[in-house]
């Protein structure tokens, strides 16, 4: 009988998830595979950690829902404390506003930017900046900032044409450039971008602090972001980063941008925060942000049924406390390292790989038709679909990702297994991966 729920790919015969154990979930058939991507990477501590379905289940007996309106909760304020705790810096202190998914973050840290400069009396700053080969999010507000073209291109008409510079992508340097002589030009586009407009209108600039799915982890040059945060200084503009990928982690540290020093004024969070045991994402808002809201209306304009729903929020602190716990910061660093070093060799002996690239346990394989020239194969060969039906059959699971080339082209997965992965599954991974290279390789006769 046809099946009533819609799936991301109805063409697709997809495998029934039965359970999950560690960094393996398991099908109706008992086919083992390795989760080498974390779902989307979102499962970051495995999957049936006991502590958190205990947490789930002590809540769950105490109380799962509350309406915002009417309630605060203990988790709720816990786990608030407990993200400024994590991310204030030398300059900021942070408030959280709960939702359930990254694009609700990154379309109420827009919706907060703009909320920002009006209670200040500047109603004309309600743009925001953002870059080509970016996601930010499927909302249309959170799609009208992101440089997806596959994502945008039915939606486009309804879209804010929101001003848009390049990514920082060295691999594929939209200047033509070398770092460090390109001395930073992907950043200084901003201060370029911020004139056109003129800064009146720009009420802030977002980007991810390393880009996922629109670019298979693009990593920028050091000194990028210090340069950004200058500039937006400079012209009174807001920086948000949007850490739904990046946070709790993932990188090797608590929030990427601790890479680079750099203090955003807005910090969105989803994915890894709950790692996937409930819906959990964050709007974190500095005290200068929210400061002319809290004097004036009071209130934020925006909100869902399900914000700061305690169930979600006791497990997101189960996550944050779980990932201390066992150093799994340390961990993504380590395991990064070891995996990206292990995926660098197989690139050697395979020339369909372009580039391997990452931070921690986030790390992007862009494939290539030609390794001298980096010319990407024709859409029509399908490859990274190929590929990941592939080591899906393998048991292997990898997510599929645009290579951040602008037009769309090319090809890339992201590579980005639980932060508890251990050395002989990270080897299993690398095996499985290089099988599916191979034979891919032979379907193509490349
Ligand atoms: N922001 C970034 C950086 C993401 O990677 C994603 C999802 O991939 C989102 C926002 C949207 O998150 P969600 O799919 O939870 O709505």
């Known amino acids: 009988m046809r099946s009533h729920l819609i799936k991301a790919d109805m063409t697709e015969v997809y495998p029934s998830a039965v359970y999950g154990h560690g960094v393996f979930i398991y099908d109706a058939q ?22 958190i ?23 709720a304020e816990k786990l608030a404390d407990k993200l400024n705790e994590l991310a204030s810096g030398r300059e900021n202190d942070y408030f959280s506003f709960f939702v359930n998914s990254g694009s609700e973050a990154t379309e109420t840290a827009l919706k907060i930017a703009i909320q920002h400069w009006q209670e200040k ?29 596959g994502r945008r291109e039915r939606f486009v008409p309804l879209l804010e044409s929101f001003p848009t510079i390049a990514s920082p992508n060295c691999y594929r340097c939209p200047f033509h450039q070398k770092y460090p002589s390109c001395q930073l030009m992907c950043a200084n586009e901003l201060e370029t971008a911020i004139r056109r407009e003129g800064p ?5 600039f977002i980007a991810e602090p390393i880009v996922g799915a629109a670019g ?34 993932r990188t090797g540290k608590m929030f990427a941008m601790e890479h680079w020093g750099v203090e955003p004024d807005i910090i969105a969070l989803g994915k890894g925060m709950s790692a996937g045991y409930t819906p959990m994402a964050a709007t ?11 004097n004036g209306s009071a209130s934020v304009m925006s909100g869902h049924t399900y914000s700061a729903n305690p169930q979600s929020a006791a497990v997101a602190l189960a996550v944050i406390d779980y990932i201390e716990k066992h150093d799994l910061i340390n961990m993504a660093e380590v395991n990064g390292d070891y995996l990206i070093h292990r995926l660098k060799d197989v690139a050697h002996r395979q020339p369909l790989i372009g580039e391997v690239r990452g931070k921690g346990l986030m790390i992007g394989v862009e494939f290539v038709s030609n390794f001298l020239t980096q010319l990407p194969f ?32 090319g090809d890339a997965v992201i590579i980005a297994p639980p932060l508890t992965i ?25």
């Open 30 to 51: 008992g086919k083992r595979y390795l989760d080498g991507s974390s779902g989307a990477v979102t499962a970051s501590i495995g999957h049936a950690v006991p502590e």
């Open 53 to 75: 379905i205990d947490v789930m289940t002590e809540q769950a007996k105490k109380i799962s829902f509350v309406y915002r309106s009417q309630f605060t909760s203990d988790p």
């Open 121 to 149: 009396g500047d109603y004309r700053k309600n743009k925001v900046i953002s870059r080509w080969s970016s996601y930010h999010g499927i909302t249309m507000g959170a799609l009208s900032m992101s440089g997806h073209i």
């Open 200 to 204: 009146e209108h720009i009420a802030a």
């Open 216 to 249: 298979a982890v693009i990593v920028p040059p050091d000194g990028y972001y210090q340069r950004v945060k200058e500039i937006c200084d400079a012209y009174d503009i807001l920086f948000i980063a949007d850490e739904v990928m990046t946070g709790i982690g």
């Open 284 to 294: 974190l808002v500095s005290k200068k942000v929210i400061e002319p809201i809290l």
């Open 378 to 409: 024709h859409k029509d060969v399908s490859l990274t679909n190929k590929l990941v039906r592939k080591a899906r059959d393998k048991g292997l699971l990898i997510y599929p990702a645009a290579a951040g080339i602008e037009g769309g082209d």
């Open 422 to 446: 251990r050395k002989q599954e990270m080897d299993l991974l690398v095996d499985l991966f290089e099988e599916t290279i191979k034979e891919i390789q032979r379907d193509l006769h490349v």
